[in-house]
């Protein structure tokens, strides 16, 4: 067994060593081992913890945890071996549901120090490996206004007329009409009841965005095309660019509030200082998978067998194409892999301009 790339985690105020276990024909394991407080001194009798309430029990002290079911796996660990340890080296025991069913994780123990520690062990490894999860969901402004789906369709026709014999330019990486999107931000919701607190979060930001917009839709233009990497001759995504038509910034303003907002809630993660608004055109994900969607972010984007187009002439006859224009008036919770009535992405929630 080899230990691999060990690092420091501060959760909480504690210090936690990371280590990712590897052995040959199995996954990657995460192991956190707490690092403090010294042997010599012992946990606090009164020590609470932060996001759970630890209740006192007849038998001791309990506290249930919400955790969706597809990371139950991950706190079982290799045949049971991560919760052993954990309950060994917290002297508590901890129930999981069965694979499949949601419930919540329960930690009971005979001190509330020991429970608080479990729990506290829990949420590292909750945290940890929710972020390896795929996006299920992501907040976006659409695109899909008929005047810009037509002037997007006149787009992909005028460059496959004039630039298909460019190397990697087919109608197959260009982007469904009926989806063009802004993505803000991308969540991954691993069960119905983080959906229902992502609803109600976007729900939240109603008042700030209506302060933004001044309870008015946004009048935007969509013109222009830019891409994403340095080599114009070796290009995998293509977006038009989308600006409000009074210049201002509001756009990009509610944009990076709702992404502060949802960061802060701990169901989304921050990629960026600020939001990188962008409609994607083109992109080489759709050539093998016409179902792939847009992340918002080149770096959760597989590489590996993308075959990048020449977007030299596209960029030199269609630099300042002019999609066309119309009023926004709503951000939206899309669920991934998903299509409703318009051809447009199934929407959790929503929350109006005006």
């Known amino acids: 067994m080899d230990v691999l790339r060990p690092h420091l985690i501060n959760i909480n105020g504690r210090i936690y060593r990371r280590n990712v276990i590897k052995e040959e024909h199995y996954e990657e394991e995460e192991d956190f081992s707490y690092m403090g407080p010294p042997e010599s001194e012992d946990l606090a009798a009164d020590e609470t913890c932060d996001t759970y309430i630890i209740e006192q029990t007849d038998k001791g002290y309990r506290c249930a945890i919400d955790v969706p079911s597809v990371l139950y796996k991950y706190i079982i660990g290799k045949k049971g071996e991560t919760r052993r340890r954990l309950e060994s080296d917290t002297k508590t025991s901890i129930s999981i549901p069965k694979q499949g ?4 994780i329960v930690i009971t123990g005979s001190h509330k120090a020991a ?3 479990a729990v506290t062990r829990v949420e590292v490894l909750v945290d940890s490996f929710r972020r390896k999860q795929p996006f299920t969901h992501f907040l976006s402004f659409p695109l899909n206004d008929p005047k810009i789906q037509e002037g997007f369709v006149r787009f992909k026709d005028e460059v496959l007329q004039q630039c298909s014999q460019d190397h990697g330019v087919e109608e197959s990486i260009f982007q469904n009409p009926a989806k063009l999107h ?13 959906v229902r607190k992502a609803c ?13 917009t001044e309870g008015n839709p946004l009048p935007l233009e969509v013109t222009g095309i830019e891409y994403m990497n340095d080599d114009p001759a070796m290009v995998d995504v293509l977006y038009a660019k989308v600006s409000v038509k009074d210049g201002s910034d509001k756009l990009q303003v509610i944009a990076d509030r709702l992404v502060e907002h949802f960061v802060s ?12 608004l962008h409609g994607t055109v083109i992109n080489t994900l759709f050539r093998k998978d016409s179902t792939a969607e847009d992340s918002g972010s080149t770096g959760r984007q597989t590489t590996s067998e993308r ?16 999609f066309g224009e119309f009023e926004l008036n709503t951000v939206l919770l899309s ?3 998903s299509t409703d009535c318009t051809g447009y992405y199934t929407s959790a929630g929503s929350v109006n301009f005006s």
């Open 200 to 212: 109600e979060h976007l729900q939240e930001c109603q008042n700030f965005i209506r302060d933004i």
């Open 101 to 104: 069913m949601e419930g919540q």
């Open 265 to 276: 809630t701990g169901l989304m993660v921050r990629e960026w200082d600020k939001v990188k």
């Open 335 to 337: 669920q991934r892999y």
């Open 307 to 322: 075959e990048a187009f020449d977007a030299r002439n596209i960029l030199k006859k269609f630099g300042a194409y002019r």
């Open 115 to 117: 429970v608080s520690s």
């Open 182 to 194: 802004l993505t803000i931000g991308t969540l991954a919701l691993l069960n119905e009841t983080e």
